[in-house]
T-cell receptor, first 116, second 111 residues
């Protein structure tokens, strides 16, 4: 079974600094997708960034970048220039194949708190 | 604006009662999903539907039922067979296997 591991239950970062949230995954598939979502206290899941298993370049979206190391099966999220509004829960997820309905398998999440 | 709506925001269920959570999308997405989130945990898949009039069980389908009569709508019924229904329920949609976008969620509480 595919699995996502987020080893950091909580993280603190000083405003304007960069922070890395860890994610490792386990799969025997060659084709897969990795996602990061942000969940603020309101509860809505906000899509941040996507990395395909065949993408050679690391994905970037504004202040978010994904440090994809395929051999190590890691997909860490890097947030640069942290802002107070970045305080939220962050989830790493992996998409299973079409035969499994393209469902997402989620990690347990990391709570990020940005300090002023 | 295109998006996913869920209603109600809060729902209270009495013992032995069935309740239905609404999920509507106007993104023209084919696939829709229902996830459950318990406090301090990630999301787990309840049911999913890739096309109209077809749906499949996810990892924790027991005590739940769904229908997909229209492309835009994917309601979830929490039946009396679900013994621990208190959770946050999130609906999502996507075009095939592309990025899933989520609605604002429904919090279900048992009286």
């Amino acid at each position: 079974a595919q699995k996502i591991t987020q080893t950091q239950p909580g993280m603190f970062v000083q405003e304007k600094e960069a922070v890395t949230l860890d994610c490792t995954y386990d799969t025997s598939d060659q084709s897969y997708g990795l996602f990061w979502y942000k969940q603020p206290s309101s509860g809505e899941m906000i899509f941040l960034i996507y990395q395909g298993s065949y993408d050679e370049q690391n994905a970037t979206e504004g202040r978010y970048s994904l440090n994809f190391q395929k051999a190590r099966k890691s997909a860490n999220l890097v947030i640069s220039a942290s802002q107070l509004g970045d305080s939220a829960m962050y989830f790493c997820a992996m998409r299973e194949g079409a035969e499994y309905g393209n469902k997402l398998v989620f990690g347990a999440g990391t709570i990020l708190r940005v300090k002023s | 604006d295109g998006g996913i709506t869920q209603s109600p925001k809060y729902l209270f269920r009495k013992e032995g009662q069935n309740v239905t959570l609404s999920c509507e999308q106007n993104l023209n997405h084919d696939a829709m999903y229902w996830y459950r989130q318990d406090p301090g945990q990630g999301l787990r898949l309840i049911y999913y539907s890739q096309i109209v009039n077809d749906f499949q069980k996810g990892d924790i389908a027991e005590g739940y039922s769904v229908s997909r009569e229209k492309k835009e709508s994917f309601p979830l019924t929490v039946t009396s067979a679900q013994k621990n229904p208190t959770a946050f329920y999130l609906c999502a949609s996507s075009i095939g296997g592309a990025t899933q976008y989520f609605g604002p969620g429904t919090r279900l509480l048992v009286l």
